[in-house]
């Protein structure tokens, strides 16, 4: 069974500019969730879809993050215009309904 | 403010000890309980799940929880140098919060030979 893919793995932008983030989850699983790693810290969610339904964004800085669920299968986390603190690793999960959660590679942002 | 914290590291044993890992949370209504595996530069890796009082073991791997006193530990026996990695605590709550997971800030654990 394929695992979560997410891309790009790096990407390097300037302050300002806009990035977005390309995840796949595990085939069948209705839930995605999106998390932000900064160095040295636990996962945070920033949203959590169920098939292509948004259940909880409250911690998504709504004002620059935006993400999108079509089709209720693959999904997008775009950043514009992105800071310096967007610095991290962002995380895509999958999970099939329950509570076990399973995470794509990551993509590294370095933010300029 | 639903918090999970975990004990300071970094934690440092010695090959073939016992490690011990812990956690406390902060939300009395939390129902599931993970520990994540996390080796530097690679994505969480999920390797304990935990829903009851009491203790399930997983080969070299036991979780405790302890729903009173809102505590949850991981210990790994035999401590091997590829269990070198940060291990994350990760609590799923209840009611409105149902399959969100709060992470705590991660324990990282060396194993020296």
């Excluded at chain 2, 405790?64 to 994350?88: E, F, G, H, W």
């Amino acid at each position: 069974e394929a695992g979560v893919a997410q891309s790009p793995r790096y990407k390097i932008i300037e302050k300002r500019q806009s990035v977005a983030f390309w995840c796949n989850p595990i085939s069948g699983h209705a839930t995605l969730y999106w998390y932000q790693q900064i160095l040295g810290q636990g996962p945070k969610l920033l949203i959590q879809f169920q098939n292509n339904g948004v259940v909880d964004d409250s911690q998504l800085p709504k004002d620059r993050f935006s993400a999108e669920r079509l089709k209720g299968v693959d999904s997008t986390l775009k950043i514009q215009p992105a800071k310096l603190e967007d610095s991290a690793v962002y995380l895509c999960a999958s999970s099939l309904g329950g509570w076990e959660q399973f995470f794509g590679p990551g993509t590294r942002l370095t933010v300029l | 403010q639903k918090e999970v914290e975990q004990n300071s590291g970094p934690l440092s044993v010695p090959e073939g000890a016992i490690a011990s890992l812990n956690c406390t949370y902060s939300d009395r209504g939390s129902q599931s309980f993970f520990w994540y595996r996390q080796y530097s530069g690679k994505s969480p890796e999920l390797i304990m799940s935990i829903y009851s009082n009491g203790d399930k073991e997983d080969g070299r791997f036991t979780a405790q929880l302890n729903k009173a006193s809102q505590y949850v530990s991981l210990l790994i026996r035999d401590s091997q140098p590829s269990d070198s990695a940060t291990y994350l605590c990760a609590v799923g709550g209840g009611g409105t919060s149902y399959g969100k997971l709060t992470f705590g800030q991660g324990t990282i654990l060396t194993v020296h030979p």
